[in-house]
């Protein structure tokens, strides 16, 4: 079976500090991988997603970057964060002609 | 018209009601419309979906009611428990691309 691996759970960061959490998909090949941001008491905000390794799609301009590196793995990174990066993270993954989406347990995220 | 409109922003119940949660779209190439569940502190699964060929889904206490024409559709959640507490989620796409989410329902069901 299919699972989803994203860490850490949480995470609280001073203002400028870098940033890295990883999702790791097993049980599947070429995946679809999505990275969402949850505010607090707001919706789904899609900030990136791939179709394969080293294809990266941005949905909202910010000082925020992905990668992947491997097929099932992917990254979201940060060189400087911002107060309003704080939020909840949640990592996705979908497969086939519907677009089911298998979401990870999420990182919350505090920038201090 | 890439947005997917839903209200309300929370709902309260007690045990046994029908709450009910309205999403709305605009644009008419979207053909799949699923509901997903979020418990706190978890990610989002997927709850129940629907096409636009049927006016109606139900899955156990979970039914959707699409109006095609009104380019609406609607959650409802029959004999509602304290367990269904959750915030909820609209969701459509078009063509399998990717899906675009609503601002989320937050429901609570009192004993």
């Known amino acids: 079976s299919q699972t989803i691996h994203q860490w850490p759970a949480t995470l609280v960061q001073p203002v400028g500090s870098p940033l890295s959490l990883e999702c790791t998909v097993e049980?599947?090949?070429?995946?679809?991988l999505y990275w969402y941001r949850q505010a607090a008491g707001r919706g789904l905000q899609l900030l990136f997603y791939?179709?394969?390794?080293?294809?990266i799609s941005s949905e909202v301009p910010q000082n925020l970057s992905a990668s992947r590196p491997q097929d099932r793995q992917f990254i979201l990174s940060s060189k400087k964060l911002l107060l309003s990066d704080s939020g909840f993270y949640l990592c996705?993954?979908?497969?086939?002609?519907?677009?089911?989406?298998?979401f990870g347990s999420g990182t919350q995220l505090s920038v201090l | 018209q890439q947005q997917v409109k839903q209200s309300p922003q929370s709902l309260i119940v007690q045990k046994g009601g029908i709450p009910i949660i309205n999403c709305a779209y605009e644009?008419?190439?979207?053909?799949?419309f699923p509901w997903y569940q979020q418990f706190p502190g978890k990610g989002p699964a997927l709850l129940i979906a629907i096409r636009p060929d049927v006016s109606e889904k139900k899955e156990g206490r979970f039914t959707i009611s699409f109006n095609k024409s009104a380019k609406q559709f609607s959650l409802h959640i029959m004999d509602s428990q304290p367990g269904d507490s959750a915030t909820y989620f609209c969701a459509a796409s078009k063509n399998t691309d990717k899906l675009i989410f609503g601002t989320g329902t937050r429901l609570q069901v009192f004993p």
């Open positions: 049980g599947t090949s070429n995946p679809n």
């Open positions: 791939s179709v394969g390794i080293g294809q």
């Open positions: 644009n008419t190439a979207f053909d799949y």
């Open positions: 996705a993954w979908g497969q086939g002609a519907v677009e089911k989406l298998f």
